[in-house]
């Protein structure tokens, strides 16, 4: 924990927003905010004065957005910004902002001018802490694609049928490494649970297909899994594996369990994969705050199956795969620059 308050910039065009942000924030006695900022241009010279520790970005802002206040602040100096955004209208900017190295986000209401504003206070709070512990080495400020992707193995070593991967903040930069660098021919599919506010999985999926060889697409209920596709669980539904009467593993998707943290639920997917897929199955926790994966990576090693936790050297939150390693389950651990090579000698 931090011995000083985590000093935070609020920065909207909304003074209604500023004053809300602000007041949930400082509810917390271990945040203090240190200013507001009315829009990108204002930001920049805030940021230079007062130092702050994390920033509360908006995206759509008068003289210059959150998107050119991110790539012109990131020069300068790179410090934990969380995009508090309205909606999934403005869902390509927020991924934008992710590439551009915002480190995770919060979904204001959409009926601003009511108390409805005040249900995101525990999610950001929580943020903004998490946030203010993050080393500005681990923030990735642009989207690194492999010249080429690594060759799939020939001949196959063929330990694992299917991967399933979970992973919270900095998933997303951490994923626009990771799946560009698998090939095209990739033996085996993937399942990907990454914790996202509804609206952006779809545009986060057709993002990483378009900068990959894989087929990355949000899962729909019976989409199947199979060699060179990833599917990506949608926000707020869960994703399971099952096996059809023909031998075909495909998604399943619901709304239960209500009870998990989390919807899509990292242990969700693992459970039913494992249950599906047995000891020739690969599970991957990366980046995340958290633990949300480490029981079903224990449901996983129960059925004989592999666990791969992300190294905390290239984490940008060490919670969930430090929840992993902590209980034993980890079979190996790895960095993000090297796990595309993990998960090939073992398909």
Known sequence: MNARPVRVLVVDDSAYIRKVVSEMLTRDPQIQVVGTARN???????????????????????????????????????LPVIVVSIASENGELVVQAMESGAVDFVQKPTALASERVYEIQEDLIAKVK?????????????????????????????????????????????????????????????????????????????????????????????????????????????????????????????????????????????????DVYGRRLLGII??????????????????GGTIIAEAQESCVVYGMPRAVIEAGLADFTVPLQGMAEAILKMV
């Open 40 to 78: 990108g241009r204002d930001a920049l010279e805030k940021v230079a004065i007062l130092q702050p520790d994390v920033v509360t970005l908006d995206l759509i802002m008068p003289e210059m957005d959150g998107i050119g206040f991110l790539k012109e602040q990131m020069k300068r100096r790179v």
């Open 130 to 274: 998490t946030a203010a512990n993050i080393q500005p080495e681990r923030i990735s400020t642009a989207v690194a694609i492999p010249a080429a992707p690594l060759p799939a193995p020939v001949p196959r070593t063929g330990q694992v049928d299917a991967v399933v991967l979970g992973i919270s903040t900095g998933g997303p930069q951490a994923l626009a490494q990771l799946i560009p660098a698998l090939p095209a021919d990739l033996p085996v599919p993937m399942a990907v649970v990454l914790h996202m506010p509804v609206g952006y999985t779809a545009l986060f999926a057709a993002r990483l297909n378009e900068i990959s060889r894989l087929e990355v697409i949000e899962a729909a209920e019976g989409d199947e899994m199979r060699p060179g596709r990833v599917l990506l669980a949608p926000a707020g539904q869960h994703l399971s594996l099952r096996r059809t009467l023909d031998g075909r593993v495909v998604a399943a998707l619901s709304l239960r369990p209500l009870d998990t943290p989390h919807r899509p639920s990292v242990d969700v997917l693992f459970k039913s994969a494992a």
């Open 286 to 303: 990366m980046t995340g705050m958290g633990n949300d994966g480490a029981s079903g990576a224990a449901w996983i090693k129960a059925q």
